[in-house]
């Protein structure tokens, strides 16, 4: 299995910026595909971003895109998400997650990944 941590969230204002680190440990872990997505309390988990296992294929939500960055170091089994341009709507529980099997056309889809982060908050408030 893979183990997956996240850190980074906190409190900040919109316009704001945050990073996102998420460690994994565990059966080749550097090897999967990653993904990132939050969650707010009565909605469905968000797609937010994903990642290749070689770094050269991202996905991001229409939401995001062109604030957001998906990054990984897979020496450091680590992979980051950049957040810049906050918004309120951004608030939210992030978590990371890994593929088992290679699913980098479907890095979008929740039910692609198999371990999943317990979460991070991020608060996003004027």
């Known amino acids: 299995q893979v183990q997956l941590v996240e850190s980074g969230g906190g409190l900040v204002r919109p316009g704001g910026s945050l990073r996102l680190s998420c460690a994994a440990s565990?059966?080749?872990?550097?090897?999967?595909?990653m993904g990132w997505f939050r969650q707010v309390p009565g909605k469905e988990r968000e797609f937010v971003a994903g990642?290749?296992?070689?770094?050269?294929?991202?996905d991001y939500a229409d939401s995001v895109k062109g604030r957001f960055t998906i990054s990984r170091d897979n020496a450091k089994n680590t992979v980051y998400l950049q957040m810049n341009s906050l918004k309120l709507e951004d608030t939210a529980v992030y978590s990371c997650?890994?593929?088992?099997?290679?699913?980098?056309?479907?890095?979008?889809?929740?039910?692609?990944?198999?371990?999943w982060g317990q979460g991070t908050q991020v608060t996003v408030s004027s």
């Open positions: 997650a890994a593929q088992t099997e290679n699913q980098w056309s479907r890095l979008h889809s929740t039910n692609s990944y198999d371990f």
């Open positions: 565990g059966r080749t872990s550097s090897g999967r595909n």
């Open positions: 990642i290749s296992w070689s770094g050269e294929i991202t």
